[in-house]
Every structure is written in structure tokens, then in C-alpha cells.
């Protein structure tokens, strides 16, 4: 009797390690990760996704509506070209970095072969300012989110796309790190990302409608009435951490860098439609 | 070993919550008309604290939440008090997936508070 369990327990403990080994890859995570708000959510088409909450809240959608006939971050936008096509001190601008123009927000975030890490745009921007003797903008509030603006509004009508390429295992670790970080419970109420915005998307925390994770990348940077102006994408991650009462990482950092990279692959095939106007 | 703290705890908790009903209500009904289960409302309608109705309809509650399930029928659903107070201290022990935040386990409410909660959250 006791060498039958043994061998059950064997057989079990090889049938974990089987199941370890074939983990799933980037393109099956990506079709269960749609496939599952397809079912949740039966009639929002596709492209919706990527007006948040207002895809699934039909009262929050009028009043956003309203919003969107005088946008909230207009005023960024201008600010934003005014700030592009401003020369550097050196006399050069943003599209000598940028020769392909302003409308570029559908390369990012991609895998950076040569630095081995996940190049974001807020990154490459600031690299660009370096480049140029310029000082550096910071990452989550102030003049980034509207040269961002800009670039968000000229990208509109282009589609998510991200790219894991499979010459490089770093950058297969990249995307496994961000999606570990999305899975993940963290802070004092224990909360991951896929708490509220898989598990729970739709239902209501308070008077709020917890949004579905698909096309969480599609619109930032964001106007939120709550901020009062416009913020980055690491703004909102670092802000979602807080409120689980988990402390913060540093925006462009690995860690919300890997998460982007692996939360704009979810939303592959959804629309730019930056930037946004939110609660 | 693991349960036996657990429930050291949980006797604990009840002593104090037996022992808060004798000594502060009587004080507090006089007075400020504070029971340890007014207290554990209060708690639990605190943003800052339990904030139960951020998910769970409670009768009472203004704006709850839809993501667990309505705190009725209490004594029917936990006939165990010790049950409902484990499972405010940490909902993960009976359901690992549950979303409920772990109020005991990482001391986002104190031992004293969980009591109140409890007293509470029973009269449902």
C-alpha cells in the first residue's frame, strides 16, 4: 500500500514538473487573455476595449462622452507641438531623434536588443533630451505628459502591436517578468492587478465599475478628473500600488517598464486612442 | 501547531470581546451609547479601516459595492463565531483565491478591531 502512494506521489511530482516545463507562450497567454473578456463581456466589439470601463458602463459612457466634446487635454496637446517643435539649446529638435515625426507611439514599448532592456517612449524621449544636452524630464507629472500628448493624439487610429522577438530569451524574461508582476498580490490588502481588473473586471468597488485589463494601455497618457491634469501610464501603476498600500516602484524603472511591456502586448490589435479623458 | 495560535487567538478575542461587553457597555450606553458592535460598525463602514462595503452590500451601508457577497444572515452562513472571525482575519485560509484582503494576517485592522468587527458583522 505504501509503495502505491509513493508511486502516485512520483507520478504526481513528475506531472508537475511536466506541466512547469511547457509553460505557455507570449501568443497562447495573449489569446486566453482576449478570449476571456470576450466571454465575460459578450457584446463589446473588440475596439471598445479601449475606452475602459465606458465599454461595459453605459451611464459612465454619457457623462465621458460629454467629457470627450471639449477634451480636458487639449491644452496639453498644443503645449505638447509647441514643445516639439522647439529647437534645443544645440539648435537641433525632437525630430532629429524622431525622423519618422510625432506619430510614433505604435512602436512602443518594444524590446531593445542592443541594451537588452524594454524601451519605452518616455524613455526614449528623455534619451533624446540627453542626447542633446538637454535636461531630462521627470516620469510621471509635469511638461513629459504633454510632449506625450502630442505624440498620443498624432498616433490615434494606430493599432497596439507589440513584438516579443524569439532571438532574444531576455526579452521572453521581460514579458514573463511583467506578467509575474501583474499576477502578483501585493501591499497590505493584498490585490493583484488581475484582483480587480480580471477577476473582479466589471463589478462594482463602491460606485466604481472595475475596468477589464484589455485595453488598459490604448489611451495614456490619461486626463483624470481626479489628478486634475494629465499623467503617464507609471503614474497610474505606481497610484494602483499605493491604493493596495504596496509601496511604489520608480516610474521607467524594470519593473513598471517589464509590466508595460507585457500589459500593451495584451492589448495587441486595439487602437491608440491616446490621450485619454478618465474619473 | 498552526491551528493552535490561531485559535489561542480567536479565545483570546472572544474573552476580550466578552469581557469589552460587560465593561464598556454598560459604561458606553450611559454615555456616549458607543457597544463594542456600534464600534464594529463604525470600523467596518471606515474607508480607512474595513471599508466592507467597498465589495459587500450591507444593511445600513450606503454605496456598497457588488464584488462579495451581502453580509445577511450571518449566524446562519458562520453558526461558528470563531469561523467568521477567521475568515475576516485571513479569507485566503478557506478560499485561495479569494480577493478579500487578509485584515488580521497583514494588520490592517488590530486584533482589538477584527473583535469589534466581529460583534458586528454577527448581529447581521
Known sequence: MKKVFQTLALIALACGIGVTAQASTPEQDLQAFQNFFKKRFPSVEMDDYANGAYAIDPAGRENWEAIEEFPPYEPFIDDGKTMWDKPFTNGKTYSDCFPDGPAIAGKYPYWDKEKGMVMTLPLALNQCLEANGEKPLKYKKGPINNILSYIAFESRGQTTNVVIPKDDPRALQAYEDGKKFYYARRGQLNFSCASCHIQNAGMILRTEILSPALGHTTHFPVYRSKWGTVGTLHRRFSGCNQQVRAKAFKAQGEEYRNLEYFLTYMSNGLPLNGPGARK | ?124
Open chain 2, 1 to 124: 501547531m498552526i491551528g493552535n495560535p490561531k485559535k489561542l487567538i480567536g479565545m483570546v478575542g472572544a474573552i476580550t470581546v466578552l469581557a469589552g461587553q460587560f465593561i464598556i457597555s454598560p459604561m458606553a450606553s450611559a454615555a456616549e451609547g458607543t457597544s463594542a458592535t456600534e464600534k464594529g460598525k463604525a470600523l467596518a463602514f471606515d474607508r480607512m479601516k474595513g471599508n466592507c462595503l467597498a465589495c459587500h452590500n450591507i444593511p445600513g451601508g450606503a454605496a456598497p459595492g457588488n464584488i462579495a457577497p451581502a453580509l445577511i444572515a450571518m449566524q446562519t452562513r458562520f453558526p461558528n463565531k470563531a469561523d467568521l472571525r477567521r475568515q475576516i482575519w485571513d479569507a485566503t485560509i478557506k478560499n485561495p483565491e479569494s480577493a478579500m484582503p487578509p485584515f488580521g494576517k497583514h494588520g490592517a485592522l488590530s486584533e482589538d478591531e477584527i473583535d469589534a468587527v466581529v460583534e458586528f458583522i454577527w448581529t447581521l
